[in-house]
């Protein structure tokens, strides 16, 4: 009864403080935690989103021509070139190197005893930049993955560049293909209306020329008919029979 008692909250807020108290050095190290998570998520946050901007990069090659690394480095060996003005979709970046899925026109190899009916039979195959072992991998195809051939070469098929093969290419000879302009748009102006054309004005339909009035003609004065003259014919004196005077 002569002891003081504490309630239940201010014991748990003893606990704690107790518990924090029992490490001064977890007290000290806890900032420190805190620091570092906040500085991994940041740095996560920013590579995740550095990614995703360079997966929707396009860049054209500004130089006279670029040469394809199969690695981000000048000694690595050449897959092939791309000519000034070609457009390249960046999937990701390395220092002064821009990894590029491969142009079309570029030939990647597979080792032919993996694939069959232009499909990839093994698990997983290594495509590489070259007829042979001792040309650098540039990408991975998995089983079922259709391949398009383009030619062979001993134990070597050529084939067209998966859309899993990445090249390298130096930053320095490309240039950003910008998707939007911070230029402001400007109005149009708005085209002037065209004039109506005017309706041109009816033709007067012509009309017939009055007929001449006919030209009264003199009446003629009728001719006298010709005098009749009266022919008169002589008569013929008809002869009397002549009596005989024989006597009988």
Request: aromatic residues 4%; glycine residues 6%.
């Amino acid at each position: 009864m002569g002891r003081t008692g504490r309630t239940a909250p201010d014991r748990e807020t003893s606990g704690r403080n107790s518990e924090l108290n029992l490490r001064p050095e977890a007290a000290k190290l806890l900032p420190m935690n805190c620091h570092f998570r906040i500085a991994l998520y940041t740095a996560l946050l920013t590579g995740w989103a550095t990614v995703s901007t360079a997966a929707e990069t396009r860049m054209q090659v500004s130089a006279g021509s670029a040469a394809l690394y199969s690695q981000p480095s000048a000694a690595a060996q050449q897959a092939g070139r791309a000519a000034r003005g070609d457009i390249l979709f960046v999937s990701r970046t390395d220092g002064d190197w821009v990894g590029i899925a491969p142009p079309d026109h570029i030939d990647l190899w597979l080792s032919k005893d993996f694939i069959e009916s232009n499909r990839v039979l093994a698990r997983s195959i290594q495509v590489r930049s070259g007829p042979g072992i001792q040309f650098d991998v540039v990408g991975t195809l998995e089983r079922g993955a259709r391949v398009m051939p383009r030619g062979e070469e001993g134990e070597w098929v050529k084939i067209a560049p998966p859309s899993s093969a990445i090249l390298w290419v130096k930053r320095a000879d490309l240039t950003a293909v910008q998707a939007r302009t911070d230029t402001p748009i400007r109005e149009v102006d708005h085209a002037p209306q065209p004039k109506p054309t005017p309706k041109p004005a009816p033709r007067p339909t012509p009309q017939p020329a009055p007929a001449p009035a006919p030209v009264a003609k003199p009446r003629s004065t009728p001719k006298p008919p010709p005098p009749v003259v009266a022919t008169v014919t002589p008569k013929t004196p008809t002869p009397s029979p002549r009596t005989s005077t024989r006597p009988p």
